[in-house]
């Protein structure tokens, strides 16, 4: 679910080259941690990948999340279950 989240956002984001995402896996097998290698924007992406027998919770994991934070101008969390469409700028 991770993967269609992250494509979405960068395929509606008017400037892709300049967002970078950053992702927090708690999951069962290791396998499924490698879902951002055929990207076109691989080179944005920071992730952490925690067996979810070492899991701690979201709390742990937004914590763990902000760590990725490498001085971008904005920061924005956000879970597995959003979204994202293109919005025009100038609506009328």
């Known amino acids: 679910m991770i993967a269609h ?4 956002m960068l395929a509606n984001a ?6 970078f995402v ?4 708690q ?9 951002h ?3 076109p924007w691989k ?13 701690k919770g979201p709390t742990n994991a937004r914590h763990l999340a902000a760590k990725l934070y490498r001085g971008e101008d904005y ?12 919005v025009p700028l100038n609506p009328s």
Do not use: N
Request: hydrophobic share 35%; glycine share 4%.
């Open 5 to 8: 989240v992250v494509q979405e």
């Open 14 to 19: 008017k400037h892709p080259q300049r967002v």
């Open 22 to 25: 950053g992702t927090v896996q």
């Open 27 to 35: 999951i069962y097998e290791f396998h499924e941690a490698c879902w």
């Open 37 to 39: 290698t055929g990207l």
């Open 43 to 55: 080179e944005q992406i920071r992730s952490i990948t925690v067996p979810f027998s070492d899991a």
């Open 75 to 86: 920061f924005m969390q956000i879970d597995s279950h959003t979204s994202f469409i293109k």
